[in-house]
């Protein structure tokens, strides 16, 4: 098997709250909430790695993790066999800029900037003159389906075209890895298909890898590759959709297919024939 392209080893994150203090404190003393718990884990390039979990399990403390936005409190997180942990901080920002791209449920756009600008910002940070970095844009919002509003501004378009925006903003710099935290979570659910079916279509033939965080299952078995599904800061499962439809390892994890029709993924043979765009 290839190298991952990223790999957790014991990993935990404990987050010290003063907000939390009056709750938690004992004499004084501030009891930590463990939000990530001895993780082990690898991601591949080209997969789209999917995190699931219940409110509070753990998911975006986990992804965060991937680009040291969140630092581990012990164990390990390398990326392409660097340990981000060792990085000084300019190394780190260099090696988000080259390599990763986030998308965050709340667009983040820049309201006072033109759907270009916002498109073509990664560029500009990256020193690309600006009738090469419009000209990426460009073509980019053309893959989104959005170059015709190209010199609107953010509040002027839909929630599902913003989404669409930060899509493309976040692609525009060709990144090694794309984060994407519930990016599609506050969409209306016909909206959020077609936005799944984007990211399918636009990840077709590429090797980019994708981290996905929803607490959405039907979104977690249409997108992965594979799926982590978390519990308490734990990683109960992580396997292919259909491992983890057939084998649940725990019941926390059977819960999550409750309600979701299953039977596409039930027989593995046929799994690949199941999404024309993967
Ligand atoms: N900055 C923080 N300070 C203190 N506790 C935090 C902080 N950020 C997260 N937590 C706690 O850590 C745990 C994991 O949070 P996290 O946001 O990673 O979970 P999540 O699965 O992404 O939740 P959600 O789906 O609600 O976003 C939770 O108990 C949360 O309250």
Redesign the pocket.
């Known amino acids: 098997m290839s190298q991952p392209l990223f790999e957790l080893r014991a990993v935990d994150k404990d987050?010290y709250?003063t907000?939390?203090k009056s709750i938690f404190s004992r004499r004084g003393k501030s009891v930590p909430?463990k939000?990530l718990q001895d993780i082990h884990l690898q991601i591949f390039a080209g997969e789209i790695f999917v995190i699931v979990?219940?409110?509070?399990?753990?998911?975006?403390?986990?992804l965060r993790t991937l680009n040291h936005l969140i630092p581990a409190t012990s164990g390990d997180v390398t990326f392409q066999g660097r340990a981000l942990a060792t990085l000084s901080e300019h190394e780190l920002i260099a090696l988000r800029r080259q390599h990763m791209s986030m998308v965050f449920q709340s667009f983040a756009l820049f309201d006072e900037r033109t759907v270009l600008e916002n498109v073509a910002f990664g560029l500009e940070v990256a020193g690309i003159p600006r009738e090469a970095r419009e000209a990426r844009a460009l073509t980019m919002l053309e893959k989104v389906g959005l170059a015709q509003v190209a010199e609107q501004y953010p509040h002027q378009l839909s929630g599902g075209m913003q989404q669409r925006v930060g899509l493309a903003r976040a692609l525009v710099v060709e990144p090694t890895v794309l984060l994407m935290d519930?990016a599609f979570s506050a969409l209306d659910p016909i909206i959020r298909r077609e936005m799944q079916s984007l990211l399918l279509m636009l990840q077709t033939g590429s090797q980019r890898t994708i981290v996905f965080?929803t607490?959405d299952m039907e979104e977690a078995l249409r997108l992965g590759s594979r799926i982590a599904i978390?519990e308490k800061?734990k990683l109960v499962q992580v396997g292919k959709p259909e491992v983890l439809i057939n084998t649940p390892a725990t019941p926390y994890v059977r819960h999550f297919f409750s309600g979701v029709d299953v039977s596409r993924w039930q027989l593995a043979e046929n799994y690949a024939d199941i999404w024309g765009t993967r």
């Open positions: 987050y709250s907000r939390r909430v939000a979990g219940l409110s509070g399990s753990g998911k975006s403390t986990l519930e965080v607490h978390m800061g």
